[in-house]
């Protein structure tokens, strides 16, 4: 969806560096989610925030760290604690408030993160 | 938490064939089940949905089924073409969370001319 913009599209981490992985939508959505995902095991979900000043731990939440201080944005972080960090990371946002029960997700292009 | 297994992993069928993938998932309060398709190296993109409250939706060539007894859901694909090629992962609902999504492992699908 035009609406979601992940930048940038390719990422390489040097050792013991933390990296920042940027997500923007203009949907007006008030929840938000990072998922990672490796070949043949779908998608896992990382963080994801129902709405603004407030996230939630997902699956695999353990080296990575979130912030959501603006409704359009939903940084993600992957600190040096991530040590197996070559993934494609992927960006979604859907409605929020009492309709968020049984809303599709819409996702960013992604970014693909490699370790130098 | 809710767990979806999805079958099978890889899927060919010849260009005008039908395919079939299915999904089942664990917990019963379920009710919300989404479709994406992912083309290699693109986002996923929702195709058709299914809510609990129906058991079988259709949008053209692709049509989804829900069994709430035995809590799985087919995705129906017919008169396949190339362009069907791709990824495909089913999804349902967490009851606890609003909108959060627990996804299959995905169908590679390849349509053959």
């Known amino acids: 969806d035009g609406g979601i913009t992940q930048s940038p599209k390719y990422l390489f981490r040097k050792e013991g560096q933390n990296v920042t992985l940027s997500c923007e939508q203009n949907l007006n959505h008030d929840a938000m989610y990072w998922y990672r995902q490796d070949p043949g095991q779908g998608l896992r979900l990382i963080y994801y925030?129902?709405?603004?000043?407030?996230?939630q731990k997902g699956d695999i939440a353990e080296g990575y760290s979130v912030s959501r201080e603006k409704k359009e944005s939903f940084p993600l972080t992957v600190t040096s604690a991530q040590k197996n960090p070559t993934a494609f990371y992927l960006c979604?946002?859907?409605?929020?408030?009492?309709?968020?029960?049984?809303?599709?997700?819409?996702f960013g292009d992604g970014t693909r993160l490699s370790i130098l | 938490g809710e767990n979806v297994e999805q079958h099978p992993s890889t899927l060919s069928v010849q260009e005008g064939d039908s395919a079939v993938i299915k999904c089942t998932y664990s917990d019963s309060a379920s009710n919300y089940f989404p479709w994406y398709k992912q083309e290699l190296g693109k986002r996923p993109q929702l195709i058709i949905d299914?809510?609990?409250?129906?058991g079988e939706k259709k949008d053209q060539r692709i049509a989804v089924t829900l069994n709430k007894t035995a809590k799985h859901f087919s995705l129906h694909i017919t008169e396949t073409q190339p362009e069907d090629s791709a990824v495909y992962f089913c999804a349902a609902s967490d009851t606890g969370t609003a909108s959060k999504l627990t996804f299959g492992t995905g169908t590679r699908l390849q349509v053959t001319l």
């Open positions: 925030s129902q709405i603004v000043n407030d996230f």
């Open positions: 979604a946002s859907s409605r929020g408030g009492q309709e968020a029960r049984n809303q599709p997700q819409h």
């Open positions: 299914i809510r609990s409250n129906v």
